[in-house]
Nanobody, 118 residues
Framework: VQLQASGGGLVRAGGSLRLSCAASGAISSIRVIEWYRQAPGKQRELVATITRADSTNYADSVKGRFTISRDNAKNTVFLQMDSLKPEDTAVYYC?????????????WGQGTQVTVSS
């Protein structure tokens, strides 16, 4: 499984960004896609998840502001981020939990920088 994250940038507080995570390879083995973020000097934090059954979950800090969704035809998961705050500034990573008959693995995409100015 390969993941390609994109969509980061610089935005003012209150603005919006949409991150994309394009998956390729053994797509059928993916069970869950997750978005994480890591701010300077802080631990990586789970932001949102979406399962194959389209069940979603969010960190309390982003509930009501972020929405995770996917386009199966494009093998892409999106993270729509609205009402952004300076504390949302971080490098955002997508990850995929893959299960096959022989291997259980987590794959990571490269990070994409999100910077929210006050």
């Amino acid at each position: 499984v390969q993941l390609q994250a994109s969509g980061g940038g610089l935005v003012r507080a209150g603005g919006s960004l949409r991150l994309s995570c394009a998956a390729s390879g053994a797509i059928s083995s993916i069970r869950v896609i997750e978005w994480y973020r890591q701010a300077p000097g802080k631990q990586r934090e789970l932001v949102a998840t979406i399962t194959r059954a389209d069940s979603t979950n969010y960190a309390d800090s982003v509930k009501g502001r972020f929405t995770i969704s996917r386009d199966n035809a494009k093998n892409t998961v999106f993270l729509q981020m609205d009402s952004l705050k300076p504390e949302d500034t971080a490098v955002y990573y997508c990850a995929a939990d893959s299960v096959t008959t022989t291997v259980v693995a987590r794959y990571w995409g490269q990070g994409t920088q999100v910077t929210v100015s006050s």
